[in-house]
């Protein structure tokens, strides 16, 4: 039975089976003139049926939706099945013949729903890969307003504040000269009036000693003393001495304004400039940084060749096996030029090795590491992770050891160089959070991805990542127990969680069709579960890493063997 839109789950991990009877295989086409989902099998034997055989039969995703069935209002047991192109709406067949519709043109309505539908995908695709992440951009280069902003306002505050205390020291200043001014003139004002007092105070006492002699005349036996004394000048009484009133300082108030004041503490402006509209990128040029070059579109045009003849393989098929010296068991492989691999297990040894097997190079790394800690980039040199000094190190086809990028506070695990335009992708963690953070091949710092549209955290322990052929960037997370999906804007599409109770994933890789493959499952490029990718039956019992080279075979590594399987999957 085929599924609906609407009953597929929106974290698309609906496991889709084969709609034959009795068929439990894994869906990867679809018939629509049935509405039929069928698996590779019944889909030969329904077009060798005559019956079926001009039946258009076509990838699932390609598949046209089925008319959802619903019941005519006027014909109760009737479904709309028509469009009525004068009226506009749906109708049953039985309403043709009604004097409302009679002489209208029709239209069959499911090939009207298709269109719509496709159209709604058209438009879905248009929103997340241009409209959404340019919306994105543009509040990337808000909050980069609103912080440089911030920063002039803070500035301008700064410069007032200065102004102002410039002001307070120049009053201050003269404040103190003015009262130092009227300080004098009150000590002369005093000194004045002191000198009067003591004026007035000695002539006091001269008439009290003239009170005292004019006492001693009037002693009887004292008659021609005080005869000869009326005689004398020094007994006229001298007049009081003159003084003046002290004329004191008038203080006049300063003529100021709150104006004249503001003046002082200079003048802010706003210029009256036309404002400057953001630039929008034309959906055609949005994301040059993921625009291949002509070398890369050259491949891409070949790898589009490659993928009008390839499928999903029923079964997955031995190719060869290889052991490798050195390592104890294969966490992570790096295929590198000229048939080099370079592989690592989970006690830091990292090796480089041919096809036949033999040890070209060890480098002993720090510390336990189950994660995907190296990659081989465009140029062939080898970059790897050292989460205990938090850099990341290259290795040249020189064997030149040298620090490529520094990452501050953060601990780098895993790391991928980018097929599509050479970008570093690495998984980092700090203080319990991860994060992922694009550098391009230079090594300078051009995204961060860290945290969904709600605010919440992405990643915990990004210990594999990968980057799909749409600039996908796909994350295998230990404690969250998911494969973590962002498109190449950083917004969050997807989290897998696997199909069976406890997802473990380790490796993690993509192919030609988009598919993700992460130990041990086979995901599409929007989560939904395919296959199961290698079983013990199979001989591959605890896979931890995945590959996948330029021929489309399977690379896989095992947790306890130094042995590496490889395997076709592809038809």
Same mark, same amino acid.
């Given at each position: 039975? #085929?599924?609906?839109?609407?009953?597929?789950?929106?974290?698309?991990?609906?496991?889709?089976?084969?709609?034959?009877?009795?068929?439990?295989?894994?869906?990867?086409? $679809?018939?629509?003139?049935?509405?039929?989902?069928?698996?590779?099998?019944?889909?030969?034997?329904?077009?060798?049926?005559?019956?079926?055989?001009?039946?258009?039969?076509?990838?699932?995703?390609?598949?046209?939706?089925?008319?959802?069935?619903?019941?005519?209002?006027?014909?109760?047991?009737?479904?709309?099945?028509?469009?009525?192109?004068?009226?506009?709406?749906?109708?049953?067949?039985?309403?043709?013949?009604?004097?409302?519709?009679?002489?209208?043109?029709?239209?069959?309505?499911?090939?009207?729903? #298709?269109? =719509?539908?496709?159209?709604?995908?058209?438009?879905?695709?248009?929103?997340?890969?241009?409209?959404?992440?340019?919306?994105?951009?543009?509040?990337?280069?808000?909050?980069?307003?609103?912080?440089?902003?911030?920063?002039?306002?803070?500035?301008?505050?700064?410069?007032?504040?200065?102004?102002?205390?410039?002001? =307070?020291?120049?009053?201050?200043?003269?404040?103190?000269?003015?009262?130092?001014?009227?300080?004098?003139?009150?000590?002369?004002?005093?000194?004045?009036?002191?000198?009067?007092?003591?004026?007035?105070?000695?002539?006091?006492?001269?008439?009290?000693?003239?009170?005292?002699?004019?006492? +001693?005349?009037?002693?009887?036996?004292?008659?021609?003393?005080?005869?000869? #004394?009326?005689?004398?000048?020094?007994?006229?009484?001298?007049?009081?001495?003159?003084?003046?009133?002290?004329?004191?300082?008038?203080?006049?108030?300063?003529?100021?304004?709150?104006?004249?004041? #503001?003046?002082?503490?200079?003048?802010?402006?706003?210029?009256?400039?036309?404002?400057?509209?953001?630039?929008?990128?034309?959906?055609?040029?949005?994301?040059?940084?993921?625009?291949?070059?002509?070398?890369?579109?050259?491949?891409?045009?070949?790898?589009?060749?490659?993928?009008?003849?390839?499928?999903?393989?029923?079964?997955?098929?031995?190719?060869?096996?290889? !052991? @490798?010296?050195? %390592?104890?068991? %294969?966490?992570?492989?790096?295929?590198?030029?000229?048939?080099?691999?370079?592989?690592?297990?989970?006690?830091?040894?990292?090796?480089? &090795?041919?096809?036949?097997?033999?040890?070209?190079?060890?480098?002993?790394?720090?510390?336990?590491?189950?994660?995907?800690?190296?990659?081989?980039?465009?140029?062939?040199?080898?970059?790897?992770?050292?989460? $205990?000094?938090?850099?990341?190190?290259?290795?040249?086809?020189?064997?030149?050891?040298?620090?490529?990028?520094?990452?501050?506070?953060?601990?780098?695990?895993?790391?991928?160089?980018?097929?599509?335009?050479?970008?570093?992708?690495?998984?980092?963690?700090?203080?319990?959070?991860?994060? %992922? &953070?694009?550098?391009?091949?230079?090594?300078?710092?051009?995204?961060?991805?860290?945290?969904?549209?709600?605010?919440?955290?992405?990643?915990?322990?990004?210990?594999?990542?990968?980057?799909?052929?749409?600039?996908? @960037?796909?994350?295998?997370?230990?404690?969250?127990?998911?494969?973590? @999906? @962002?498109?190449?804007?950083?917004?969050?599409?997807?989290?897998?969680?696997?199909?069976?109770?406890?997802?473990?994933?380790?490796?993690?890789? !993509?192919?030609?069709? +988009?598919?993700?493959?992460?130990?041990?499952?086979?995901?599409?490029?929007?989560?939904?579960?395919?296959?199961?990718?290698?079983?013990?039956?199979?001989?591959?019992?605890?896979?931890?890493?995945?590959?996948?080279?330029?021929?489309?075979?399977?690379?896989?590594?095992?947790?306890?063997?130094? &042995?590496?399987?490889?395997?076709?999957?592809?038809?």
């Amino acid at each position: 039975m #085929a599924l609906s839109e609407s009953q597929i789950p929106p974290d698309a991990q609906h496991y889709l089976v084969c709609g034959t009877e009795d068929c439990e295989k894994n869906c990867q086409f $679809y018939c629509n003139d049935c509405h039929q989902t069928m698996c590779e099998q019944c889909r030969d034997e329904h077009q060798k049926n005559k019956k079926t055989k001009n039946h258009e039969v076509v990838h699932y995703k390609q598949r046209k939706r089925p008319l959802p069935l619903e019941k005519c209002k006027i014909h109760p047991t009737r479904n709309i099945e028509l469009l009525c192109e004068e009226c506009q709406i749906p109708i049953c067949s039985k309403c043709t013949g009604t004097k409302e519709h009679r002489g209208h043109a029709f239209t069959d309505l499911e090939l009207v729903f #298709a269109e =719509k539908c496709s159209h709604c995908h058209i438009e879905i695709t248009k929103i997340r890969s241009y409209f959404e992440p340019t919306s994105q951009d543009l509040k990337k280069e808000i909050a980069g307003d609103v912080t440089e902003i911030k920063k002039i306002i803070e500035g301008v505050r700064t410069s007032i504040k200065t102004e102002s205390e410039s002001v =307070k020291k120049l009053v201050e200043t003269i404040t103190s000269d003015k009262i130092e001014q009227v300080n004098k003139i009150e000590q002369s004002l005093l000194e004045t009036l002191n000198g009067q007092n003591q004026k007035i105070d000695d002539y006091i006492n001269y008439l009290n000693d003239l009170i005292q002699t004019f006492y +001693g005349y009037l002693s009887p036996s004292n008659i021609e003393q005080l005869t000869f #004394a009326l005689k004398s000048e020094n007994l006229v009484i001298r007049p009081i001495p003159e003084t003046s009133k002290p004329v004191p300082p008038i203080f006049t108030a300063g003529q100021y304004s709150k104006e004249d004041v #503001a003046k002082l503490l200079g003048r802010m402006t706003v210029p009256n400039t036309k404002l400057e509209n953001r630039k929008i990128k034309p959906m055609e040029t949005a994301y040059t940084q993921l625009k291949p070059t002509g070398k890369q579109r050259k491949q891409d045009r070949e790898k589009s060749d490659v993928k009008q003849t390839l499928s999903l393989s029923t079964s997955v098929t031995k190719v060869r096996e290889y !052991t @490798v010296p050195g %390592v104890d068991d %294969v966490y992570h492989i790096s295929l590198g030029k000229s048939g080099r691999i370079w592989v690592s297990d989970r006690y830091g040894n990292l090796v480089q &090795t041919d096809l036949q097997g033999n040890q070209l190079q060890n480098i002993q790394t720090s510390g336990y590491r189950d994660e995907g800690y190296h990659t081989v980039t465009q140029d062939g040199d080898l970059i790897y992770t050292d989460k $205990y000094n938090k850099v990341i190190n290259r290795i040249t086809p020189g064997n030149t050891i040298t620090e490529f990028i520094k990452t501050g506070g953060w601990r780098p695990i895993s790391i991928h160089s980018s097929h599509i335009n050479g970008d570093i992708l690495v998984g980092m963690i700090k203080d319990g959070e991860g994060k %992922v &953070t694009r550098y391009n091949k230079t090594g300078t710092e051009i995204q961060n991805i860290q945290r969904d549209s709600k605010g919440q955290g992405l990643y915990s322990l990004p210990h594999y990542i990968t980057e799909n052929i749409n600039g996908d @960037v796909c994350v295998s997370d230990s404690i969250k127990h998911a494969v973590v @999906v @962002v498109d190449k804007s950083g917004q969050h599409r997807f989290s897998y969680t696997g199909q069976r109770s406890r997802f473990n994933p380790y490796g993690i890789c !993509t192919d030609v069709l +988009g598919h993700i493959l992460v130990c041990d499952e086979i995901l599409d490029q929007d989560g939904q579960f395919l296959s199961l990718l290698l079983t013990s039956q199979q001989g591959v019992g605890h896979p931890r890493s995945v590959c996948v080279d330029d021929e489309n075979n399977l690379w896989v590594g095992q947790f306890n063997t130094n &042995t590496m399987t490889v395997c076709k999957y592809l038809q």
